[in-house]
């Protein structure tokens, strides 16, 4: 079982920054695939950025560019480095790690972007 819990999300202006930070104690973190999702109001949750347990990154393209993910394999930590947001930015922010033959969630965060 891998435990996640998701911080960082706030009530932010457009164009500003927010790094997102996903904590996964006790788990073999090195080895797990980690992403983040986004889900908007309304809409279905899409997959935002992926980095691999070797460091390969893929990106959507809404957020190339502007969206940075990286790991902390000693911190077991996971974080999204977003610049210049937008509106449409806005939503709930999920991680998840996947590892042979299991996925997992966090309970997710709120990012909000205002005009």
């Known amino acids: 079982q891998v435990q996640l819990s998701e911080s960082g999300g706030v009530l932010v202006q457009a164009g500003g920054s927010l790094r997102l930070s996903c904590a996964a104690p006790?788990?073999?973190?090195?080895?797990?695939?980690m992403s983040w999702y986004r889900q908007a109001p309304g809409k279905e949750r899409d997959r935002v950025a992926r980095i691999t347990s070797i460091g390969t990154t893929t990106y959507a393209d809404s957020v190339k560019g502007r969206f940075t993910i990286s790991r902390d394999n000693a911190k077991k930590t996971v974080f999204l480095q977003m610049n210049s947001l937008k509106p449409e930015d806005t939503g709930v922010y999920c991680c998840q790690a996947i590892r042979t033959g299991a996925t997992y969630w966090g309970q997710g965060t709120q990012v909000t972007v205002s005009t």
């Open positions: 006790g788990s073999s973190f090195s080895t797990l695939t």
